[in-house]
């Protein structure tokens, strides 16, 4: 559980939080290994309610089939599937092996009710993914024009 807590530490999302709040979240992990060419989560689909944390590897993000980010040890994604049931935004593939900590939606919602703190970085979070969206949406609205 020790590599797990440390996992967790390095993740800006988690990184306030003391000992035992990481070794409540810990028990919540599992751990997961893909493939180089796995596509982990595909957008458009309900592929899972899991929330991902890469511990290993490197992982490709795209978005209507154009690549826009890689991720790497520490980097998390599927942070919406926290908060809703929504299809997936993106297509993330693994491009080297990739070994992930997965959180389920009921774990993460059950640890956050008694961890409100981090209920707020969570939303703090998402906030900021919304506004890059949009202001990337704006700039290609103006190219377009």
Known sequence: ??????????????????????RQLAKGCKER??????TVVRQGRMSGIGFFIIVDGEAAVSIDGTEVATLGPGDHFGELALISNEVR???VTAVTTLRCLVMMFWD???????NPDV?????????????????????ASLSAS
Request: charged share 30%; aromatic share 8%; net charge positive.
């Open 119 to 139: 209920l707020w970085k969570l939303l703090e979070h998402v906030v900021v993914l919304l506004a890059d969206a949009r202001s990337k949406q704006a700039r």
């Open 1 to 22: 559980m020790g590599a797990v807590v440390d996992d967790l530490k390095r993740v800006p999302l988690f990184s306030d939080l003391n000992q035992r709040q990481l």
């Open 33 to 38: 290994d893909f493939r180089p060419g796995t």
């Open 89 to 91: 935004t993106a297509t």
């Open 108 to 114: 993460f919602r059950d640890f956050a009710k008694r």
